[in-house]
């Protein structure tokens, strides 16, 4: 993160606090499932094959294809947009989360939920270099991984002191995210799921000023 300028970390954390929001309707609402997290999904999908939960496993493989379709719907836009990938990207994930908030309202099936995993698939398509993912928005793993790192670097005198700190913000806003989401489903029901699309469309709007300004490479 440390190659990002201050503006476009600020816009990392949150769009992690947007992961978090929408992994934790998915979660709430799916039973134990999740949006982001296909690592989660990916043991579900085991457990359910190893104990013959056929119901389970069906829901973690359809999550984890519709991650997986989500990122390379963002990697095409990412290719087609170049310059304006950010905010782009962004827009599509806003364009699923409308969607999905929109179909909830018709059908009680688990569509409208794979569409979020779709979207927060897309939403890793928002940080890339050299075509690789720059920054992890949507799994923490990594992030814990890198602000141990960079504690330890700290603690040896080695590089920036505070190195760790963008790491752990991006922890902490998802984690708030998680917070939030869980208590807006709670409060509004998947109605939650319009506020998300709104600030996926703002965050769109945010990116597209930090592209047009140059802060956004």
Known sequence: MQRYQTPMITAAVLLAILAGFVDAIAYISLGGFFASFMSGN????????????????????ALILAFVCGVMGASI????????RKPVVMTAVAACLAIAAGAAHFTFSSFPLLLLAAAMGAENGVFLRDREVSIGVTYMTGTLVRTGQKLADALLGRGDALGWVPHLLLWLGFAGGVVLGGTTLGDRGLEALWFAAGGALALAALLAVLTRHGDAA
């Open 42 to 61: 990916t043991t579900r999908l085991g457990v359910g094959l190893a104990t013959g939960a056929a119901a389970d496993a069906w829901n973690a493989g």
């Open 77 to 84: 836009l990412s290719a087609r947009f170049a310059r304006w």
